[in-house]
């Protein structure tokens, strides 16, 4: 028969009988409670072994405790089973940048980071078909260079040499030879080769005037004083023969007297 509690005016004569058939199920004679009756009721039967006295304490010792191990629940340890500075590596942990699979967006870089990521993407990345952080480029690599720089630099008429060292090739038309002059010579047309040519200047001394050559005569005044009369062997021995002077105009206080002889 299965136990129950007893009817509200019903089983009379029975009711005592079936009230304790039904305390009976999970209470001892004493009136504690049955071991099993606590198990279905999700009691603590024991913790580590050891069964609550009759006030329902366990008491455990260190024996009883073991190594401190702990049983993972199967729903996995919740973060209030760990200690408080890893409950707070798990909180920055969770609010911290997750890059995605696929790369960093530029959305979620820096104003500066996603400007400069731009200026690099439309940068220069060759030139002319050359590439890198340092590009060299020789005249081939540069169209037209030749035409052009041809185009703006004439070297013709006197001028030669190249256009980065230009140099004066002739002068009015005539070639000035390439030799090195020496100290004091000057540039002279030389009609043998035709060209100008470094040349050194000669001087001549020119004596005083004699009786018998040309030469300078120092004067006093600003008009040449009468020449004197001229004396020679040959004058005096024949009288139809005279020596008339013929007087130059020099520089100041220089005159340049020339005999000639007239026949008479």
Not at 48 to 62: E, F, H, Q, R, Y
Not at 196 to 218: E, F, L, N, R
Request: neutral net charge; charged residues 10%; contains cysteine.
């Amino acid at each position: 028969m299965t136990a129950r509690l007893p009817i509200v005016d019903g089983d009379v004569g029975n009711w005592g009988v079936i009230l304790n058939d039904f305390l009976e199920v999970s209470h001892n004679g004493d009136g504690t409670l049955l071991p099993a009756a606590l198990t279905q009721a999700g009691g603590v039967t024991s913790v580590n072994t050891v069964v609550p006295d009759s006030s329902g304490n366990v008491t455990l010792t260190a024996a009883n405790v073991g190594a401190g191990t702990y049983s993972k629940p199967a729903g996995g340890i919740p973060a209030s089973d760990l200690d408080f500075s890893a409950q707070t590596d798990l909180t920055l942990g969770s609010i911290a940048y997750q890059k995605p699979g696929s790369g960093i967006p530029a959305s979620d870089l820096s104003t500066s980071v996603q400007t400069g990521l731009t200026s690099a993407s439309t940068a220069i990345q060759s030139v002319n078909g050359k590439t890198g952080t340092s590009v060299t480029l020789a005249e081939s690599d540069i169209a037209n260079l030749t035409a052009d720089l041809a185009n703006r630099v004439q070297l013709g008429g006197d001028l030669g040499g190249t256009t980065a060292s230009p140099a004066l090739a002739k002068l009015q038309g005539t070639t000035v030879n390439a030799s090195t002059p020496a100290n004091g010579q000057v540039l002279a047309f030389n009609s043998v080769s035709n060209a100008w040519v470094p040349s050194t200047v000669s001087s001549t001394t020119v004596s005083d005037a004699t009786t018998s050559s040309k030469g300078i005569v120092q004067l006093s005044g600003e008009k040449p004083p009468k020449a004197p009369t001229p004396t020679s062997r040959a004058l005096q021995a024949s009288p139809h023969h005279c020596l008339s002077p013929k007087v130059v105009r020099v520089p100041r206080h220089r005159t340049l007297l020339t005999l000639v002889q007239d026949r008479q």
